[in-house]
């Protein structure tokens, strides 16, 4: 099956790059410019595509990420320390992304005569992400089967959907993912700042996972203190 990945940079996208090469036929890599401050994670994508020696779109939507204001990601607002699940990581939200981007994506793959997009949604985006839930994804498919009726025929994988990002990692070190070219932070400085929900979440996520991490953070402990009280399955 001819796939496309939607392929941030980050560690979940590049891991399901991995995957898709090993399970599918990998035919390129799809990555947004919305105006968000940590895109040098474009650059990670960008590298995972030459590494997998596919074809990598970086598609400029940065008029659009314009308008879509009230985001940390966009807006010059404070990216909150903390756990994933806490309320204050609401502020991340960046209105309709994945509704989107995905949109764009299926018409990529319908012009380029390709069976399917993939996407690494996962169980722990839930709680404050709405579009990264099965309900979204089962009902995109179903508004896309009604927008290339006729025309193309594409389906939307998101094997994550169900899953948590420990059971990411794990398939990702299954699958030769090389983490450490992989960024998550939200507040794209040097190095992993360790306090955003994204780097509690990547930090996390290799504990559970039993898998070394290769991540460089500024603050490798807070973590611990972060996680406490939350359970991984409470938060899918």
Known sequence: MKTIVVCSGGLDSVSLAHKIDAEQDLIGLV???Y???HRKELDYAAACALRLGVSHQIIDMRSIGAQLTGSALTDD???PDGHYAEETMRVTV???RNAIMLAVAFGVAAAQSADAVAIAVHGGDHFIYPDCR???IDAFQTMQDHALDGYASVRLLAPYVNGSKADIVTDGAKHGTPFGDTW???KGGETHCGRCGTCVERREAFHLAGV???TEYEDADFWKAATDG???DEVR
Do not use: E, I, M
């Open 31 to 33: 990555s947004f410019d």
């Open 35 to 37: 105006g968000q401050r």
């Open 77 to 79: 607002l404070d990216v």
């Open 94 to 96: 960046v209105p309709n």
């Open 134 to 136: 099965p309900g979204f």
């Open 184 to 186: 998550s932070c939200y």
């Open 212 to 214: 070394a991490d290769p």
């Open 230 to 232: 939350f359970r991984a």
